[in-house]
T-cell receptor, first 112, second 115 residues
């Protein structure tokens, strides 16, 4: 079946730098995308979402970019902090429109 | 946002036994979803549980192995039957965040280790 995948399994950044996590998706019919953060021992937490009628959305220190032409999604974290260390997943709505299909995940490690 | 509680939070189980995971939501929700997260991997949807109807299973998951109950709009259970070490995973319950399609809220998960 069609799936969502990530380019980089691990990313190490220095505190204060900007982080960029990438995601490729294959289902051109997907119209809703979410980034989740999962800390060790916890369930995924919503970070930011974007609908397919947009190409950029900003939150607090985070920005999601959507390029539908190449089916690419990215999460940018500004001024990365130690508390940002976690695994990040992109997800897209599945054929039912309600459940989500998740990508493989990228582990972000923020070093002092 | 919805608050989701799962029990047990973790358990160690013997091969061949079954374990039931409970999911309680602090508000009434139509749709609940069960996901599996194998060690070091992403989340895979097991099934969608709607109150008053049979659960809908994703490819690769069957009712005999993962029976689900949904007795009311705030509660669901997932049973992992006849467990093997390959069933060692985190099992997560989730619900839709608001009216219509949107983000999913997740519980903290139930971490099962099968020996």
């Amino acid at each position: 079946g069609e799936s969502v995948g990530l380019h980089l399994p691990t990313l190490s950044v220095q505190e204060g730098d900007n982080s960029i996590i990438n995601c490729a998706y294959s289902n051109s019919a997907s119209d809703y995308f979410i980034w989740y953060k999962q800390e060790s021992g916890k369930g995924p937490q919503f970070i930011i979402d974007i609908r397919s009628n947009m190409d950029k959305r900003q939150g607090q220190r985070v920005t999601v970019l959507l390029n539908k032409t190449v089916k690419h999604l990215s999460l940018q974290i500004a001024a990365t902090q130690p508390g940002d260390s976690a695994v990040y997943f992109c997800a897209e709505n599945n054929d039912s429109g309600y459940a989500l299909n998740f990508g493989k995940g990228t582990s972000l490690l923020v070093t002092p | 946002s919805a608050v989701i509680s799962q029990k047990p939070s973790r358990d160690i189980c013997q091969r061949g036994t079954s374990l039931t995971i409970q999911c309680q939501v602090d508000s009434q929700v139509t749709m609940m979803f069960w996901y599996r997260q194998q060690p070091g991997q992403s989340l895979t949807l097991i099934a969608t549980a709607n109150q008053g109807s049979e659960a809908t299973y994703e490819s690769g998951f069957v009712i005999d192995k993962f029976p689900i109950s949904r007795p009311n709009l705030t509660f669901s259970t997932l049973t992992v039957s006849n467990m093997s070490p390959e069933d060692s995973s985190i099992y997560l319950c989730s619900v839709v965040g608001g009216a219509g399609r949107g983000e999913l809220f997740f519980g903290e998960g139930s971490r099962l280790t099968v020996l």
